[in-house]
């Protein structure tokens, strides 16, 4: 019997305003994939996003280019060489990686993992605004061990003084989503390092990075958006010490998993995150995570409301998911 496709666009509102250097957003929509027959169903979420050059049209048009391939059986091996990296790949591929589980009865974890999954500490982001209320926030949730710092602006310096002030206890990791530039770089790092942060997220424009090179690295800088595959890996050494691994990036979970050991074969530290969507796009990135060295999948934390069943989070900790939700 072919596999059947469903391709859904859904919208969540995000509880408030999330502010990066480059956006505003009120509400996180998502593509979900449906593959399955009479037997069993897999779902996989993605989330189109502007910066990589996707549109909601265009994520839905590309998994619908591959009805008869979903339809006739398409593996995920087959589905890296006949489709890109991006959303609607990872859509794709983690809806097979669901059915495959479900026809099997053998859980995902069980291939990704060394030993069962267990819960992970996520971080918790403190969206761009001026340094008081970023405090005030920050202050609210200080009991957190774990904090990432949108900045990206005129007065990073004292936003990252603010946060640390209000959060003495939590480890921060400082985003600034490709805002820092070559004249500021060098004093923002400096500030980090003073206040004690853990990691400097993509600080300058991917491209516009080299820099990274001959500059001492006060506190570790992370790949994000200047990393999106295995293939990107050589590219960012001498540059980047960590690299951010997204599925929404990499275009799947079977591309993830390549990237994430390919980094730890050249030295970089890895760090699991993510776009701002439920919990079926969060569901495989914390199986992915269990090993890694810092863990940002609080998408549903940004939620006014999240899928049913979600994930369970308690406190910083996020727990594996249930079958129900993925996997």
């Given at each position: 019997?072919?596999?059947?496709?469903?391709?859904?666009?859904?919208?969540?509102?995000?509880?408030?305003?999330?502010?990066?250097?480059?956006?505003?957003?009120?509400?996180?929509?998502?593509?979900?994939?449906?593959?399955?027959?009479?037997?069993?169903?897999?779902?996989?979420?993605?989330?189109?996003?502007?910066?990589?050059?996707?549109?909601?049209?265009?994520?839905?048009?590309?998994?619908?280019?591959?009805?008869?391939?979903?339809?006739?059986?398409?593996?995920?091996?087959?589905?890296?060489?006949?489709?890109?990296?991006?959303?609607?790949?990872?859509?794709?591929?983690?809806?097979?990686?669901?059915?495959?589980?479900?026809?099997?009865?053998?859980?995902?974890?069980?291939?990704?993992?060394?030993?069962?999954?267990?819960?992970?500490?996520?971080?918790?982001?403190?969206?761009?605004?001026?340094?008081?209320?970023?405090?005030?926030?920050?202050?609210?949730?200080?009991?957190?061990?774990?904090?990432?710092?949108?900045?990206?602006?005129?007065?990073?310096?004292?936003?990252?003084?603010?946060?640390?002030?209000?959060?003495?206890?939590?480890?921060?990791?400082v985003d600034?989503?490709?805002?820092?530039?070559?004249?500021?770089?060098?004093?923002?790092?400096?500030?980090c390092a003073?206040?004690?942060?853990?990691?400097?997220?993509?600080?300058?424009?991917?491209?516009?990075?080299?820099?990274?090179?001959?500059?001492?690295?006060?506190?570790?800088?992370?790949?994000?958006?200047?990393?999106?595959?295995?293939?990107?890996?050589?590219?960012?050494?001498?540059?980047?010490?960590?690299?951010?691994?997204?599925?929404?990036?990499?275009?799947?979970?079977?591309?993830?998993?390549?990237?994430?050991?390919?980094?730890?074969?050249?030295?970089?530290?890895?760090?699991?995150?993510?776009?701002?969507?439920?919990?079926?796009?969060?569901?495989?990135?914390?199986?992915?995570?269990?090993?890694?060295?810092?863990?940002?999948?609080?998408?549903?934390?940004?939620?006014?409301?999240?899928?049913?069943?979600?994930?369970?989070?308690?406190g910083a900790?996020?727990?594996?998911?249930?079958?129900?939700?993925?996997?």
């Open positions: 019997m072919p596999l059947s496709l469903i391709v859904e666009v859904e919208r969540f509102p995000i509880a408030g305003v999330f502010r990066i250097s480059r956006e505003s957003r009120t509400e996180a929509t998502v593509v979900t994939c449906i593959i399955g027959d009479d037997r069993a169903t897999g779902r996989g979420e993605c989330v189109p996003y502007k910066r990589y050059g996707e549109t909601l049209e265009g994520v839905v048009e590309l998994i619908e280019s591959l009805r008869s391939d979903i339809a006739d059986g398409i593996t995920r091996r087959e589905l890296m060489s006949k489709m890109p990296a991006g959303a609607a790949r990872n859509a794709i591929d983690c809806a097979l990686w669901d059915l495959e589980a479900k026809r099997s009865g053998k859980p995902v974890y069980e291939h990704v993992c060394r030993q069962p999954p267990r819960p992970v500490t996520t971080a918790y982001t403190i969206s761009l605004g001026e340094p008081d209320e970023m405090a005030t926030r920050a202050r609210a949730v200080s009991d957190r061990p774990l904090l990432k710092v949108k900045v990206g602006g005129a007065n990073d310096v004292a936003r990252i003084r603010a946060v640390a002030a209000a959060a003495p206890n939590s480890r921060l990791i600034a989503n490709e805002g820092w530039n070559d004249d500021n770089i060098k004093d923002n790092l400096l500030a003073h206040h004690n942060v853990a990691l400097v997220e993509q600080p300058l424009p991917a491209g516009k990075d080299a820099i990274l090179r001959d500059i001492p690295h006060a506190v570790p800088v992370c790949a994000d958006e200047s990393l999106h595959t295995a293939d990107d890996l050589e590219a960012m050494r001498g540059l980047y010490d960590a690299i951010n691994i997204k599925l929404d990036k990499t275009g799947g979970l079977t591309a993830a998993l390549e990237l994430r050991e390919k980094g730890r074969e050249l030295g970089f530290s890895i760090m699991i995150g993510c776009m701002v969507g439920t919990s079926l796009a969060m569901a495989p990135g914390v199986l992915l995570a269990q090993d890694a060295d810092f863990v940002d999948l609080d998408g549903p934390l940004m939620l006014r409301e999240d899928r049913v069943p979600g994930l369970r989070y308690s900790l996020v727990s594996p998911p249930d079958p129900d939700l993925w996997g």
